[in-house]
């Protein structure tokens, strides 16, 4: 039996058993890994808390073979005030499902896992509107996650131009001149079809907005601001639509997320 420490935060639980847990934990030094946790169900296990969705711990974890054991835990942020709002919830497991679906044992991702940590805080603390928290949240775990877009300059003409969309597929922004000749040119053969270009229309504001996500340091994600309703929601779907068609899927909390009452 081996012994391994390891920070990290729990972004899946499944019951096991009457009083036990599997855990999905993201972690800095191993990636995403499984967790069985004995007993922590348990109304008088130490565990109980820090073995919960959505907590930040510090873990002492036994291993055998490919198997990992939680020996001891100590709570490191519960994120307390997530709980207290349904929206609050849906978002905050929304961020984690990302997490749990790009995660991978002993590949891990630092600035991922502190970009969700982060997240979790600002839904927890209210410190900006949950679509801006999500759009940020969105376009830079795409950036960490390789998918870098080129928003500064069009990608056809290299003029900055201010009527931009974003061309989700290939990463980069394209002026309103340029995309009309585009839209003018040959039809798509039948095979094509498949590979059409997904267009979002970008104003200034929510194109600035996400080239500053992309390029600011991560504690200082959400310092700025989008007053219109017009640029949040282009910059929030803009967003949106970049991550899921790049992680070619959508995920359980977004949807039930987007049925809730907007703010």
């Known amino acids: 039996m081996e012994l391994v420490m390891v920070s990290g935060l729990v972004v899946r639980t499944t019951d096991y058993g009457e009083r036990d847990r599997i855990l999905s934990l993201y ?3 191993l990636g995403l890994i499984t967790v069985t946790a004995n007993g922590s169900r348990s109304l008088k ?8 969705l ?8 036994a291993k055998r073979a490919d198997r990992y054991t939680v020996k001891e835990v100590e709570l490191i942020e519960s994120f307390f005030d997530l709980r207290s ?3 609050k919830i849906a978002l905050a497991g929304y961020a984690c499902e990302v997490l749990s679906h790009v995660g991978t044992e ?3 991702e630092p600035d991922l896992l502190r970009l969700c940590l982060n997240t979790l ?14 759009g940020a949240f969105e376009m830079r775990a795409a950036a960490i996650l390789g998918f870098m877009p080129e928003l500064s300059v069009c990608a056809d003409c290299g003029e ?3 009527d931009v969309v974003l061309d989700v597929m290939n990463g980069a922004v394209r002026c309103e001149n340029c995309r009309r000749e585009a839209e003018e040119g040959p039809m798509l053969a039948a095979e094509e079809e498949a590979h059409a270009t997904i267009l979002c229309l970008l104003t200034a504001s929510a194109r600035a907005a996400l080239f500053y996500v992309l390029r600011c340091p991560l504690e200082k994600i959400l310092s700025f601001r989008l007053d219109n309703d017009a640029d949040m929601k282009s910059f929030s779907y803009a967003a949106e639509t970049y991550l899921l068609n790049h992680l070619e899927r959508t995920f359980k909390n977004l949807e039930f997320y987007k049925t809730l009452p907007t703010e």
């Open 106 to 108: 002993n590949m891990p």
């Open 160 to 162: 900055e131009g201010e």
């Open 85 to 87: 709002d349904v929206a």
């Open 45 to 52: 296990s130490r565990s109980l808390v820090a073995t919960e």
């Open 54 to 61: 959505f907590c930040y711990s510090r873990f002492v974890l």
């Open 27 to 29: 972690t800095d030094e």
């Open 121 to 134: 805080y600002a839904i927890a603390k209210e410190r900006a509107p949950k679509e801006q928290i999500k």
